[in-house]
């Protein structure tokens, strides 16, 4: 990742910070405004917590440490009473953060020390990754899904399945749901998106990627093309954005237009290493895949090792999409 963009966002994060806590504090003295019996417990309380600790480290008198104990439990009751009586909300006090997990800091508390939040991670890959590859991501989300947009007609001698494009997107939504919720399974298969152009599969992942960031999950996409000519560029010294530590730890790591890149033996080891690495999960951290591709299992055969495939076959759910091309249809643009 690159330090001026961490710097940068961390500076960011610093002003969003103090101006949450700037407007919970205007907050706090208007309500102590309307009501200065409460603002008066407030700094009672204060005071004393500021005496208890002195006591605590410099005298040996115990029972005037209970004496300050007790005075403060009754003023708690009293500042209780006064935000019942008053309806007054006790979080009205409190700033709201962006970030409930590192409270607009930037980091979080781990056994091994500070480490950047998720938050931080995301912007960062959407900085130097994401932004230039997902378009419009925050409007794909599950809530703009129009199933009106595929065939209710079952048509196998067209399709070659007995299922309607709407019945089959429909399985495919309940397998994207399952995926979802049971993403810290270690047993949870990575998913496979097959089909042609304009059915759907990059917007159910931007779905996907969508939900995943509102749960607290980092989100890394790239389209197969860019991603493997950034690994190599790095590795021949042509570039100065190492991706790989990125791709190998993001918590979902999104593969579009897998197919589409041209193939030479740096590639396609590049490609294994990827696929392989994720799926040993490393220091026991969850990590999942989506590939996406206009390729056919049997494509995917012809096109790659037999190492790669195998593993695809036997880690990913594989989800086939047809039906007709939906970008062409006036309803959605996917």
């Given at each position: 990742m690159n330090s001026d963009n961490l710097k940068n966002l961390l500076i960011k994060y610093d002003q969003k910070r103090n101006a949450k806590i700037s407007s919970a504090n205007q907050k706090k003295y208007e309500i102590y405004d309307k009501f200065p019996e409460l603002e008066k417990v407030d700094n009672e309380i204060n005071i004393l917590s500021i005496n208890?600790?002195?006591?605590?480290?410099?005298?040996?008198?115990?029972?005037?440490?209970d004496e300050i104990k007790k005075k403060i439990v009754a003023l708690r009751k009293k500042r209780e009473k006064i935000l019942s009586e008053n309806k007054i909300n006790v979080k009205d006090f409190e700033p709201v953060f962006e970030c409930q997990k590192c409270n607009d800091t930037g980091y979080v508390k781990?056994?091994?020390?500070?480490?950047?939040?998720?938050?931080?991670?995301?912007?960062?890959?959407?900085?130097e990754y994401n932004n230039s590859n997902i378009y419009d991501l925050k409007n794909q989300t599950f809530k703009s899904f129009k199933l009106d947009c595929y065939s209710d007609v079952a048509d196998k001698e067209k399709y070659g399945q007995k299922l309607s494009p709407r019945e089959n997107i429909m399985s495919i939504k309940k397998i994207c749901d399952k995926f979802i919720e049971n993403f810290d399974d270690p047993t949870e298969d990575n998913l496979l998106?097959?089909?042609?152009?304009?059915?759907?599969?990059?917007?159910?992942?931007?779905?996907?990627?969508?939900?995943?960031?509102?749960?607290?999950?980092?989100?890394?996409?790239?389209?197969?093309?860019?991603?493997?000519?950034?690994?190599?560029?790095?590795?021949f010294g042509k570039s100065s954005n190492n991706i790989c530590n990125s791709i190998y730890n993001v918590d979902l790591l999104i593969i579009?237009?897998?197919?589409t890149e041209a193939k030479n033996t740096l590639k396609i080891t590049e490609l294994f290493n990827i696929i392989n690495t994720r799926l040993l999960n490393q220091d026991n951290?969850?990590?999942?895949?989506?590939?996406?591709?206009?390729l056919s299992l049997q494509d995917l055969y012809d096109v790659y090792e037999e190492r790669i495939?195998?593993?695809?076959?036997?880690?990913?759910?594989?989800?086939?999409f047809y039906g007709d091309d939906i970008r062409m249809k006036k309803k959605i643009k996917i």
């Open positions: 208890q600790i002195k006591n605590v480290l410099t005298s040996q008198d115990k029972s005037s440490i781990t056994p091994n020390g500070d480490t950047l939040c998720s938050c931080i991670k995301q912007k960062l890959y959407n900085i998106f097959c089909g042609n152009t304009g059915l759907g599969k990059t917007f159910l992942s931007s779905c996907i990627a969508n939900e995943m960031i509102s749960r607290g999950k980092t989100v890394l996409y790239q389209t197969a093309p860019i991603m493997l000519d950034s690994i190599i560029d790095y590795k579009d237009d897998l197919g951290k969850i990590t999942k895949t989506i590939i996406s591709t206009n495939v195998s593993r695809i076959i036997g880690n990913y759910n594989a989800c086939y």
